[in-house]
């Protein structure tokens, strides 16, 4: 493994973290906050540390990009940035260090889950950070890294692999570099958009912005308390529910319709499933809670479609406590954490085109207990998969599962309930942010012992590089130097 290469990109992926806090040291000026010379620190420590890195590295910055080496500049800018983003928390004093990782891991992550009890006391340009760390996370810092650093671009195919989530059998450009800067154009589209919507509906400038960027990156940070639920307005609940819909959906296939016009999203077999999902859950919440909590249509529609908004595209908004449901309408919205959005979105979760996947090979495998003698096949849309494809899925659900059932074990030896831990766990690895209970609509990680949270952030990481990339660390050829790769 070329250790020396892997160091030298990460010393730009700091580079370019330090420079992005130039935006909330501007931003503390500007509004008078007494945090200017906090950022100033932070700054000068993420750019010397990346010009250090790059010192250090400088011999092998001409060298090609195995897979290993995308493998590792992948995790561990992930370990770095998370790293990075932390230090203004702890140099403001708002948060120990454990805490302040597991905040810039939740928020790189597109998490959302929080350990700062009182967001309103804080200052504005700390909470904006907040909101960048999600925007950044969610297009993925290696896809902003290969678009931004054309001399890269050659290589990129292994960082670009690593980095974008889920199975797809779409590749919508040749080029790495023109695929990158094409997702980042619409991603940073619709995140205007969304802002020029909110603002219209009676956001300030800086609410607008901030809440259009958690949304788009399927984050679901706030910078008040009680979330969007602050606003108490049906029309920006609205806004955000299809705004978080569409975050979910598969970008390769936005830049299609941009190709080939509106036809390409709707022969798109998972977006129409996933759409077909959050209608079906939806209905069926909106009719529990106006049966049993007394919600009138209109507004029990409303809520319903939120949260199943924000828990399938894995967002974690809140416009009300659901946690006061009825046991089947909360234990719709968990299933959401594992379901997740689609892939090639800013979502986390399963992804529906990996549980469209594994029906169809449960229903071939069914037919073929009938007939034992039939050939029968997997499509996915018209493409026949192969059975390579088909094993991979189901090693992917099933580590997903272990690693929930893994982690949670390890968490309750911290002490906390086994269904917060469960639940815990299964929102960090989906992204989703808050779960149930004292974690829940109303709560924050905040009383969370540091070891369960070291558990919870691992689990935020292990989930957004969808965790063969990160697990395939483990083991001992990766790091074994006779080993070709």
């Given amino acids: 493994m070329n250790i020396k290469l892997i160091i030298f990109l990460l010393g730009k992926i700091s580079v370019l973290m330090g420079l992005v806090q130039i935006i909330n040291f501007a931003m503390a000026i500007y509004f008078e906050e007494a945090c200017s010379k906090e950022f100033l620190l932070s700054i000068i420590f ?37 790293g990075i983003a932390g230090v203004p928390f702890v140099l403001m004093g708002v948060l120990d260090p454990v805490s302040a990782y597991f905040e810039a891991m939740s928020g790189l992550t597109t998490t959302g889950s929080t350990s700062i009890k009182d967001l309103e006391i804080l200052p504005k340009s700390l909470l904006f950070w907040r909101a960048m760390n999600h925007w950044i996370g969610g297009i993925g810092i290696i896809v902003i890294f290969v678009a931004l650093l054309p001399q890269m671009a050659g290589s990129a195919v292994y960082l670009f692999n690593a980095e974008v989530t889920g199975f797809s059998n779409s590749r919508i450009l040749p080029r790495i570099r023109t695929t990158a800067i094409a997702l980042f154009y619409i991603y940073l589209l619709l995140t205007i958009i969304l802002t020029g919507i909110l603002a219209s509906m009676g956001m300030s400038v800086y609410d607008a912005v901030y809440h259009a960027c958690s949304c788009i990156a399927t984050g679901g940070f706030s910078n008040y308390n009680n979330s969007v639920a602050h606003f108490s307005s049906p029309m920006i609940e609205y806004a955000l529910s299809i705004f978080m819909v569409l975050a979910a959906g598969n970008f390769a296939i936005y830049y299609q319709v941009t190709q080939s016009g509106i036809k390409a999203l709707w022969e798109d077999l998972e977006f129409k499933t996933y759409i077909g999902m959050v209608l079906f859950f939806s209905v069926l919440i909106t009719l529990n809670i106006v049966l049993v909590n007394g919600y009138s249509l209109e507004n029990g529609f409303r809520s319903a479609f939120f949260h199943v908004a924000s828990f399938s595209s894995t967002t974690g908004f809140v416009a009300n406590d659901y946690d006061q449901w009825p046991p089947f309408a909360r234990m719709m919205l968990a299933i959401m954490f594992f379901t997740g959005g689609c892939a090639g979105s800013t979502a986390g979760g399963i992804k529906i085109c990996r549980l469209i996947v594994l029906v169809k090979t449960v229903g071939a ?121």
């Fill in 365 to 485: 495998e069914l037919r073929r207990s009938l007939h034992p003698q039939m050939l029968s096949s997997v499509y996915y849309g018209k493409a026949r998969l192969s059975l390579a494809t088909i094993t991979n899925i189901g090693r992917f659900f099933f580590m997903y599962f272990f690693v929930v059932a893994f982690l949670t074990l390890a968490t309750t030896a911290s002490g906390i309930p086994p269904e917060e831990a469960i639940f815990g766990i299964a929102s960090c690895l989906a992204s989703v942010g808050p779960a149930f209970g004292s974690i829940g609509a109303t709560g924050t990680y905040a009383d969370i012992p540091a070891s369960a949270k070291v558990a919870m952030s691992f689990a935020m990481l292990l989930g957004r590089l969808e965790l063969f990339t990160a697990l395939a660390l483990l083991r001992s050829e990766y790091w074994h130097k006779s080993k070709r790769w």
């Fill in 46 to 82: 993420a750019i010397a540390l990346g010009y250090g890195m790059q010192h250090y590295g400088k011999e092998a910055a001409n060298d090609d990009i195995s897979l290993r080496e995308g493998i590792g500049t992948v995790f561990f800018s992930w370990l770095l940035v998370a």
